[in-house]
């Protein structure tokens, strides 16, 4: 039976943190091809998301967000995309057991619709074949994150739903405009939201961007637009550079001390994204718990 978002969004979930931080504390070099790992490395990858579920996320991901031929094709494995996400589905399953949920990560191809640099029909392909490889890998839902473009979103939900009737997630990176509430290709919460509905999307959300805080904001925003469960994966705060590599300045403790403001903006999945880590989750899932 397939997942139904909103029944399952009837408390409020933990989701897992970054994966590509976790993977670069295991050995992943710098500049490297995470989804590689999938095949190349299986253990490190299981690692990371036992990692998640030990901290107590009731939801992790795969390491699929760079799984289409698009993304793959400059580490030579553009023609793989499908069974590296079918690996790594198989692999986040194996570490969720039986209570746990597991979403497939899918992420932008990293081409501009509306520039029409690659004909649409392409691009909707290399989504397919993500969707259909994670959907083989047995993932309880499709996660479309990090997106910037309102017409990529558009185009992957469609091209999702060609191949699976798995809920599909439908979140996009806010971090830009006058209060940071835009994506850099300018669209807006309201708009996504609307979007997802018309598409059919199961639930909606932001991830990556500037911090929680900002977020809070965002999370707002999309609650006033619609009634779709809300999915929330904010980084922990604006990374710097501190010699020679890149730090997040959020703890977890600080991190969690927005769960309560994110919930009551509408927040019904809260994660986290790029510099948080299972100690990170760890204390959101108490906080969750507090609520």
């Known amino acids: 039976m397939s997942l139904d978002l909103n029944d399952f969004a ?4 933990v989701t897992d943190g970054a994966w590509g931080t976790e993977l670069h504390a295991h050995g992943l070099p710098a500049g490297e091809c995470p989804e590689l790992w999938n095949s190349e490395n299986p253990e490190a990858v299981e690692d990371v998301a036992r990692s998640y579920v030990a901290a107590g996320s009731e ?31 198989q692999i986040s399953r194996r570490a969720a057991g039986e209570t746990v ?21 392409e691009l909707a392909e290399a989504f397919a074949a ?16 990090s997106f910037s473009e309102l017409a990529e979103v558009r185009l992957a ?36 939201a609307r979007l997802a509905e018309e598409e059919g999307a199961g639930a909606v959300g932001a991830n990556c961007g500037v911090g929680p805080d900002n977020y809070v904001k965002v999370a707002r925003l999309l ?12 980084n922990a705060g ?8 890149t730090a997040f300045p ?31 989750i760890r204390a959101v899932r108490e906080a969750v718990r507090q609520q």
């Open 10 to 13: 009837s408390k409020v979930r």
């Open 59 to 89: 939801i992790i991901l795969t390491n699929t967000f760079g799984g289409n031929k698009f993304v793959l094709a400059p580490h030579g494995a553009g023609e793989h995309a499908g069974v590296l996400c079918e690996a790594g589905a």
């Open 101 to 121: 949920k597991v979403f497939g990560s899918i992420g932008p191809t990293g081409k501009i619709v509306m520039m029409g640099e690659v004909p649409e029909e």
């Open 130 to 145: 993500a969707a259909g490889g994670l959907k083989r890998g047995q993932v309880d839902a499709i996660v479309l994150e």
């Open 157 to 192: 939900i469609r091209a999702v739903r060609k191949v699976t009737d798995l809920p599909i997630v439908a979140s996009m990176t806010f971090a830009s405009g006058p209060d940071k509430t835009n994506t850099v290709m300018g669209d807006s919460p309201a708009d996504l």
């Open 223 to 234: 609650r006033e637009a619609t009634e779709l469960p809300i999915w929330i994966k904010p």
């Open 238 to 245: 604006i990374p710097k550079i501190v010699k020679g590599r």
């Open 250 to 280: 959020m703890g977890p403790e600080d991190f969690a001390g927005f769960v309560s403001p994110l919930v009551e903006a509408g927040a019904n999945f809260i994660g986290g994204c790029c510099g948080t880590t299972p100690a990170h």
